[in-house]
């Protein structure tokens, strides 16, 4: 269980650059980069001739980006995806930033995702933990993700993971009482729906969506932009067909390294339920259908 190092943290990016590079290196232009929809991403060029990847986003959710660092920091592991190295993060009058290691991006390569379902497969191997959560809170996307530690996967999932969702869009207006009535329904039977995990909790990417995976120039997969706890690794898969992205050489390659348990298929939709209820919450009623079918399948 490595839950990474700690961050330099400084008031600005010019002043991570001047600390971390030296006080006569600076930034001499910032490319800004497209992709992000909730922070604003550039690619800066150094006075030294390097470059940096910066987000950067308002104060409104403090120590966002700290955690991200940290999340970044514990995904990685020998033999596993590449992950951005971090360098700095910090809040100040401005606002928060983070600064990343630079990747170049690439198309992916044949190998791509048998590289990255072998990859994936260390992690959530490799890295355990004897309870389900995290540290600390975190985010995924720009909504409060609920880590607090349990010792069961079905109570932290239906306790940290779906009843905070529903309770956001019910309180928001955006879930009506009988879904709320239906996901007390669900929560209830996940100690009979989803198995517990033996040996160890695993840590998850946590918003494993197609964006959330880039090929780097030389082709090797890494991933990005996590929302980590540890818990059970068929929710990291089950994200990964919620969305598309992924494709068949990266399914047979994780089941070749770690094969999935039987059932794997009834219980998809229940995790992908947390990742709808999310997206309803941030972004509005086209999803709603989707979170009522999936209460509905689970209704008694």
């Known amino acids: 269980m490595n839950e990474g190092a700690d961050t330099p943290q400084f008031a600005s990016a010019d002043g991570a650059v001047a600390g971390l590079y030296g006080a006569s290196v600076s930034i001499d232009r910032r490319i ?102 995290f ?51 669900l929560i209830e039977r996940l100690p009979d729906l989803l198995p517990e995990p033996d040996g160890g909790f695993h840590l998850l990417h946590g918003d494993l969506w197609g964006g959330n995976c880039i090929s780097s120039a030389e082709g090797s997969p890494v991933l990005i932009d996590p929302a980590v706890s540890y818990g059970h690794r068929e929710a990291d898969i089950a994200m990964t067909e919620l969305f598309g992205g992924f494709g068949r050489d990266f399914y047979s390659a994780y089941r070749d390294a770690w094969p999935m348990d039987p059932g794997y298929p009834e219980r998809r939709d229940i995790y992908n339920l947390y990742h709808l209820l999310n997206h309803l919450n941030l972004f509005g009623a086209s999803y709603l259908p989707g979170c009522r079918a999936i209460l509905g399948r689970f209704r008694r």
């Open 32 to 133: 800004r980069l497209s992709g992000g929809c909730i922070n604003s991403a550039f690619r800066l060029f150094l006075s030294n001739g390097k470059s940096v990847f910066l987000k950067e986003r308002s104060n409104d959710e403090p120590g966002i980006f700290r955690k991200e660092a940290r999340g970044l920091q514990t995904l990685t592991v020998p033999d596993g995806p590449r992950i951005p190295g971090v360098i700095a993060c910090g809040e100040g009058a401005d606002g928060q930033f983070l600064l990343l290691e630079f990747i170049d991006s690439a198309p992916r390569v044949p190998s791509f995702g048998r590289d990255l379902g072998t990859r994936l497969a260390v992690v959530h191997a490799r890295q355990r933990a004897p309870r389900a959560g």
């Open 135 to 185: 540290p600390e809170d975190n985010h995924i996307g720009a909504t409060p993700q609920e880590n607090g530690w349990m010792d069961t996967w079905s109570g932290f999932f239906g306790e940290r993971r779906l009843r905070s969702q529903i309770v956001r869009a019910f309180n928001a207006g955006r879930a009506d009482r009988s879904m709320l009535h239906a996901a007390e329904t």
